[in-house]
């Protein structure tokens, strides 16, 4: 539960970290769309159940496969992408810590 919660919140606060520390003058904005990066965790609406707090995500779930990683590293070298991309990246780095955290 602890570890749910805190993954959860970490959503939030490391974009907020993120965009106070590189995009200070329009934080808000850099914030929110970092946050709307979340919505690439409507691909666990394919799975069943829907939510397993034992499941690690990462290799898992269509959008948050190696391949999908790996395009949203490549995405971040096209201006227009870049800060979805990071967004996206971050937030598969934290599903990877969540998963990490699973297996200590």
Known sequence: MIRSNLHLVA????PAAIAAIFFRDRFWRVWLVLCLTM?????????DPVYDPGRCSIGFHPL????????????TLITPLRLVAIGLLTHMFLDGVDCIWMGL
């Open 11 to 14: 959503h939030f606060l490391v």
């Open 39 to 47: 919505l690439v965790d409507v691909d666990h609406l394919l799975a």
């Open 64 to 75: 948050h496969s190696y391949v999908m990683i790996v395009i949203y590293g490549l995405a």
